[in-house]
């Protein structure tokens, strides 16, 4: 009994578990902020990096234009070649396009539906055009894509095939 | 008695805990946090350079990628064509679009490297014209991207007279045959007048190849003979054909 009553001592013990509370309360409160800090930073990294490996494996080309001239309407066909048909990590990617179309240094139409064209697809996108066109015309046509990767075609209006 | 008055200051005292402490904090966030954060970003910036070779690699693959394509029609009637693609580079080759003019043809043809193939005869009925004439402009899409006009473009197709050729001087000849087995062709195209050999080439069919298309670049106008021998055998000799800017190409059909 005299054990229990006798508290001579007690108060270093109690300081001590207190101190040693508060030094490890804060230690893991640092341990825990870096970490969360760490892992945020990282995934932040790679989601960066994605994305910049994202855009240098989309590939894509213009594959063939044509003109309409009843209805005044530009054809280009677009192939996503990305994945390039052999067993690579990085290119099996979807893009999204818009097309412009520019004669004599001005805008003469454009199609900016970000049409969707999946690996290894290819899609014809019209085009309306502010004027009309006739045969020896020189348009430069500007694909750009979503992840802001772009292609030049120029096209030269033919006679007609007939 | 010395030791022991040590040995129990040295563990009474609390002088120097923090430190401790503070130092197995430190080294915990490091082992924990930091140095496992450096790794990822390591391992993600290989991943980053992998990617970047693994595009170069393709990139380069599809700058090396050659191959000349020839379009010929059968016969000088007929209202479809065949694609041939000789390989030049040394790695296979996959076409999987032809176009003529505005229309898209999906196919698949394999060439492998430094070889040849030739596609299924491509029916143009739909874009061939009952009456008048229409000239014909041919290319393949390859699937790394590549996109090759045949080298004998344009075709001209009249209703009334049927195939013809423009452009450089040449003559163009077309060998088909209508078995299978292992056949050895000599294409010899010589200027009349001079003598002047201006090829002398020979050609190995095998397996069931049906058909082969050679276009011969002439130096100039005049009159050139054309004699085509299978197996030693002559299959066609023709001593009179003249080229001039007007009629500059001429078709050769050989049909074994």
Known sequence: MKLFTNRKGLTPVVATVILCGVVLTIGISVWSFTYNISSVLGDDYYEGVQKRIDVICERFTIEHISYNSRINELYVWIFNYGNAGIDVMYGNLNINVDVYVFKDGERIGSNTASTLISCGGFIRIFVSLSTSLSPGNELVVEVISRRENVVYQTYVVPSAWL | ?256
């Open chain 2, 1 to 256: 008695m010395f030791t022991r008055r040590m040995l129990f200051r040295r563990l009474g005292s609390k002088a120097g805990m923090s430190t401790v402490f503070g130092m197995l904090i430190f080294i915990g966030v490091l082992f924990t946090c930091v140095i496992p954060l450096f790794l990822y970003v390591n391992q993600v910036n290989s991943y980053y350079d992998q990617a970047v070779i693994e595009m170069r690699h393709i990139d380069e693959d599809k700058q090396r990628e050659m191959i000349d394509v020839y379009a010929y029609p059968y016969n000088t009637t007929s209202k479809a064509i065949y694609v041939y693609v000789k390989n030049q580079c040394p790695f296979s080759v996959d076409v999987i679009r032809i176009w003529v003019n505005d229309h898209c043809y999906n196919y698949t043809l394999k060439v492998p490297g430094l070889g040849w193939n030739v596609t299924e005869a491509v029916d143009l009925t739909g874009i061939l014209p009952p009456e008048g004439n229409i000239t014909i402009d041919t290319k393949v899409t390859t699937r790394r991207g590549n996109i090759v006009s045949s080298l004998v473009n344009p075709l001209y197709y009249s209703a009334a007279v049927g195939w013809s050729s423009s452009g450089t001087l040449s003559i163009n000849v077309v060998i088909n045959r209508d078995h299978q087995g292992t056949d050895t062709f000599n294409i010899k195209i010589t200027k009349i007048g001079t003598g002047e050999v201006i090829c002398d080439e020979d050609v190995r069919l095998i397996g069931n190849t049906k058909s082969y298309v050679k276009r011969v670049c002439l130096p100039q106008t005049g009159t050139y003979s054309a004699i085509v021998k299978c197996n030693g055998f002559s299959v066609y000799e023709k001593i009179d054909i003249q080229i001039s800017f007007g009629a500059p190409c001429y078709w050769v059909y050989v049909s074994v």
